[in-house]
């Protein structure tokens, strides 16, 4: 049996437009998403801003009712057998609500610890631990209004772990995160892999999937566009080659224009402070140098570079340069 | 239900009485709202009614803590589960093995255990300030009403925290809704002073029978018989109470995890 088996899984919002002539207007968040994610297994759902990656989540961990389509979580209905699923499950979402600011962070878990079961003894030997697991044993008297982000968050995975759940939902758990932070909180995932939890992890960060993941799922537009190993999914972008061009200030009709080539399969742009950084993917690697160039003609540019492709290549093509 | 379920849902009331307690210790509105203003309502009433004499004294001191009772509920139990969905901690808390209703069950016998200080906040105010000395005719009868009135209105909270989230129109009438119920269940003054057709109102409000056996045992002046009716009101009121809650608590959870409103986006 599978921790986690997604079946046709489908989620539309109804909301209201207008001020005066009230009308429904309806948002399919997830159109048909199936998956299924063995035990054990860390499984990565990426995909752009608005893709459906925090809404799939969300009905696993029975916050909303799927419209259509069923899922099962530890074996159980997530419509119908929520109450089963709550012991067997954690789950963190991004950001720094969530926890009681006014409390510190152990009155956070203790609170938990009881609302989720925990026997008191359990929970004497198990917050101590979390915090230590975590980073906070030295801050975890503290009121969590005094924590930074990074602790908060590290708090929320402390908070998901306090009844020892086999199953893991974090929705981008790293994001806001400063780099050392989102380091120690990869740590802090990959200890619980070695300990065979099953985890879905959503994220767009490319090299964090890559880093963790065993299988992604690429969603886009509330579907699932491809579904495979990282190494897999690199192989989707084995016939390009990827050129690198720093830029200052791009216009659109420049990108539209670099679009229409015909030696160029897709284009994505990164701001980086007050320069971007153009990535054209293209079947005829540096040879294609020369052709692009010309389309800027005499505009500034800095950097060139080429490169072999990677997993958020593969991704970018897949989201068709949305990400 | 098995012992050991049993066991997790009262730990569970005790620890969400405790948290509650100490985060509305630290909120200076709840802090206003429960103790600051009841006193300052019994200041007031018996600086205005302290040439009746007689047993005004109990009776303004039990109003005023009535008065607590009812604003904590209003405000407090009615808030429990919007004030989460606020905070971002409503996800958390529909998704544990505990039930909701278990959760707003602790949170309002903090917030009632918390109005009952407004009560003493109120006795020790009105006796330094007009030295009076106060006492409770039937202390024993009093007691046991003060325990039916703590269930009544917890009961009572469980209703009002589902309602308010079922149906925001409910949330927009708080404000007014705290004097009109102080006037109708007869906290500062009994309802025979009032219009004969807001009595039936009186009658279906458990604060009504709560005044009643409260007023009634302080000052002596209600037969036990009628105090036993209160009490019987105020437990029939409180069965209905948590019949109804429980079923608008699998509706708004339900409601809200298809309207996806557990949280705040």
């Known amino acids: 049996m599978n921790a986690i088996q997604v079946d046709h899984l489908r989620r539309v919002f109804t909301t209201n437009v207008g001020r005066f002539r009230r009308e429904s207007k309806e948002v399919v968040a997830v159109d048909d998403v199936s998956f299924a994610v063995g035990d054990g297994e860390l499984f990565g759902l990426l995909g752009p801003n608005g893709a459906g990656k925090t809404t799939t989540v969300k009905m696993l961990t029975t916050l909303l009712i799927p ?9 159980f209905d997530v419509e119908h057998e929520s109450q089963k699923i709550s012991s067997t499950i954690g ?61 908060k968050q590290r708090l929320h995975i402390a908070r998901a772990l306090i009844h020892d759940p086999q199953i893991l939902f974090l929705d981008e758990p790293t994001i806001g995160l400063d780099p050392v932070g989102a380091r120690e909180l990869r740590l802090v995932i990959r200890n619980l892999q070695a300990e065979k939890k099953t985890i879905l992890l ?30 897999e999914l690199k192989k989707l972008v084995l016939d390009l080659s990827v050129i690198e061009v720093e830029v200052f200030g791009v216009q659109d009709d420049l990108l539209e224009k670099i679009r229409k080539q015909k030696f160029v399969d897709n284009v994505s742009v990164e701001n980086r402070d007050q320069r971007q950084i153009l990535t054209v993917q293209t079947p005829r690697g540096s040879e294609a140098i020369p052709d692009l160039m010309a389309i800027f003609d ?4 800095g950097k060139v570079t080429s490169r072999e492709p990677t997993l958020e290549d593969a991704y970018v093509r897949l989201v068709g340069g949305d990400a | 239900m098995t012992l050991k379920t049993i066991k997790a849902y009262a730990r569970a009331v005790a620890i969400t009485f405790e948290i509650t307690l100490r985060q509305n210790f630290s909120d200076a509105f709840i802090i206003f709202a429960v103790i600051v203003q009841p006193m300052i309502i ?87 300030l007009f030295d ?48 009109p119920i102080y006037i109708l269940a007869g906290f500062l003054f009994p309802i025979a002073m009032l ?24 000052t002596g002046s209600v037969p036990p018989a009628e105090i036993g009716f209160a009490w019987l009101m105020m437990l029939v009121f409180s069965l209905v109470y948590v019949l109804a809650s429980g079923r608008i608590f699998r509706i708004v959870l339900r409601k809200a995890r298809v309207d996806a409103t557990l949280s705040m986006q």
């Open chain 2, 42 to 128: 019994a200041i007031l009433a018996l600086w205005m009614l302290r040439d009746i004499g007689g047993d005004i004294g109990i009776f303004v001191i039990v109003g005023s803590g009535l008065t607590g009772l009812w604003s904590g509920l209003l405000f407090i139990s009615g808030n429990s589960i919007t004030g989460e969905r606020w905070v971002g901690t409503l996800e958390g808390l529909v998704a544990s093995p505990t039930p909701m209703a278990v959760i707003v069950f602790g949170k309002n016998l903090a917030n009632v255990f918390q109005s009952l200080a407004s009560m003493i906040a109120s006795y020790i105010a009105v006796a330094l």
């Open chain 1, 298 to 301: 005499g505009r500034r540019v």
């Open chain 1, 67 to 75: 419209t259509s389509g069923s899922a099962r979580v530890g074996g």
């Open chain 2, 195 to 218: 219009p004969g057709w807001t009595t039936p109102i009186s009658y279906v409000l458990a604060p009504y029978w709560a005044a009643v056996a409260l007023h009634g045992s302080a």
């Open chain 2, 132 to 179: 009076l000395r106060i006492t409770i005719e039937q202390p024993w009868l009093f007691a046991a009403s003060l325990l039916v009135t703590v269930v009544a209105f917890i009961c009572f909270g469980l209703i009002m925290a589902g309602l308010f989230v079922i149906n925001p129109a409910f949330a927009q009438f708080q404000n007014g809704l705290e004097f």
């Open chain 1, 202 to 231: 959503t994220t767009h960060y490319m090299f964090e999937a890559d880093m963790l993941c065993q299988r992604i799922a690429v969603i886009d537009k509330g579907n699932i566009v491809a579904l495979d190993t990282p190494e």
């Open chain 1, 91 to 151: 789950f963190i979402f991004g950001g720094e609500r969530g926890l009681y600011w006014r409390l510190s962070g152990i009155d956070n878990l203790r609170y938990f610890a009881s609302l989720y079961h925990v026997e008191p003894a359990v929970a004497a030997k198990r917050i101590p631990y979390l915090l230590d697991l975590v980073g906070l044993k030295d801050r975890g008297n503290e009121k969590v209004e005094g924590y930074s982000r990074g602790m």
